[in-house]
């Protein structure tokens, strides 16, 4: 493990330790799945206000712009979160062994499961 004293430094050790991949260690299921997120919280959000449109033909109420937001931020959760497990889990691969002293710093003991130790 280096330190770094700033961001430039940073860089250059990661290239000089991991290459120029090194700098976009876990950005492939981002890219992949950006695509996918803007499809369905668009989609989800459409439906969501053909669901609350008033049978009069009025304008969406405020409220009603909140409910399908919501709705919308549901359906991409669903989408995201094992996308972004899978993102970090890329990124802290190589790194096991400085991640578990971490946790264990933090607190955290890994082997057992506990969130407080004391």
Sequence with gaps: LWMQQNSVQCILQTIVHEGIKGMYKGMGAPLATVALFNAVLFASRGQMQ??????????????????????????????????????????????????????????????NHTIYRG
Aim: aromatic share 0%.
């Design 50 to 111: 053909v669901l609350l449109a008033h049978k009069d033909g009025s304008s969406l109420t405020l409220a009603d712009h909140l409910v399908a937001a919501v709705g919308a931020s549901a359906a991409v959760s669903l989408v995201a979160t094992p996308t972004e497990l899978l993102k970090c889990r890329l990124q802290a691969q190589g790194c096991s062994a400085t991640a578990i002293q971490r946790l264990r710093d933090a607190g955290l003991d890994p082997a």
